[in-house]
């Protein structure tokens, strides 16, 4: 019989967390070991304040859930205007489903609400995104140890261009590309996550390097690479109820936006970001959300990362077969 520890904390084990373009992906926590599942999860960024000013979770005229469009402002560069800011808010539809006990396919279908504001004048974008198809597969699997567990997945995947990425303003100007609620190109990445429990206390860390294209347009992203190392606790409240607190760190490095494959130094990324966590569990129910903020950030010409904010809820089906067998 499992422990205690196994029918939660492995909830860590597939999480991978890659680049989503600049703005950041966190792949969410995926709870109990080789269950099939489906959730929501929404996502929160931000980015404010230039070098040597404040940086607000929530800066001013920015909304943490998707606004209304707008696209009636001018489009502007950037000055050092400490009100400026950038917010990226995603909400993903996420499946899971189980071939094999060892073989995990998984898509993601995001929905994606975009602003600026720059020199005082805002915009705001929202459109149907690009899904994310990928799989994974368990190389170690020993997770029915009294004391020590461990499991290490290794996948690859795919983003697809299905999300617009030509809209423009009502003048006709269209929008940058990171504004866009799609990149217009397909994508690649591999991702690996390892979990090592002990008792109750555990630790999952998952690395990702993602292999950029370009759109119709010739742009693109620097291929990028993003580490997540997360340090939890689980503790039983009830026969039914569970809770996991935990303490994150998030690393992100991309050399931004490419034109025709030359990098343009837009939009550079290395910065370090940590917060707390917290899931609670009931049945095959997890409720999990998230917050970090910056901790350190490379020199850059743009406003600079403040907060990463995550929510999400996931359903656990309870899988007793798998299309192939062992």
Not at 8 to 32: E, H, R, V
Not at 99 to 107: D, G, P, Q, S, V
Not at 218 to 227: H, K, P, Q
Not at 306 to 326: C, H, R, V
Request: aromatic letters at 14%.
């Amino acid at each position: 019989m499992r422990s205690k520890f196994l029918l939660l904390a492995l909830c860590l084990s597939s999480t991978s967390a890659f680049a989503c373009d600049i703005c950041g992906c966190f792949m969410g926590l995926t709870p109990y070991d080789n269950q099939s599942s489906f959730g929501l999860l929404y996502r929160y960024r931000s980015f404010n304040g230039y070098r040597g000013q404040s940086h607000q979770f929530f800066p001013r005229g920015s909304s943490f859930f998707m606004p209304k469009d707008d696209r009636s402002q001018p489009l502007t560069g950037h000055n050092n205007n400490p009100e400026d800011y950038e917010a990226y808010r995603t909400m993903e539809l996420r499946g899971r489903y189980f071939l094999h006990k060892r073989i995990e396919l998984n898509a993601i279908i995001p929905y994606n609400s975009n602003s600026e504001r720059y020199n005082g004048y805002t915009s705001s974008i929202s459109g149907m995104g690009d899904i994310n198809l990928y799989a994974g597969y368990h190389l170690i699997r020993k997770l029915d140890q009294p004391v020590l567990n461990q499991r290490l997945i290794v996948g690859a995947g795919l983003k697809l261009p299905t999300g617009k990425n030509n809209i423009k303003t009502l003048d006709g100007i269209r929008y940058s590309a990171l504004m866009q609620p799609g990149t217009g190109s397909t994508d690649g990445f591999i991702y690996a996550n390892y979990l090592l429990g002990f008792k109750k206390f555990g630790m999952s860390l998952n690395t990702s390097y993602k292999i950029n294209g370009e759109n119709s347009e010739r742009e693109g992203i620097a291929n990028s690479s993003t580490t997540f190392l997360n340090f939890f606790y689980t503790q039983k409240l009830s026969k039914n109820w569970q809770v996991m607190p935990s303490v994150q760190f998030f690393y992100e490095n991309s050399a931004g936006e490419t034109y025709k494959g030359i990098k343009t130094g837009e939009h550079e990324m290395n910065n370090l970001m940590g917060g707390i966590g917290a899931d609670l569990y009931y049945k095959n129910i997890a409720l999990n959300l998230g917050m970090q903020t910056n901790m350190w950030q490379a020199k850059t010409d743009h406003p600079q990362s403040a907060a990463k904010i995550y929510l999400g809820i996931t359903y656990n089906i309870n899988q007793l077969y798998y299309l192939l067998k062992s």
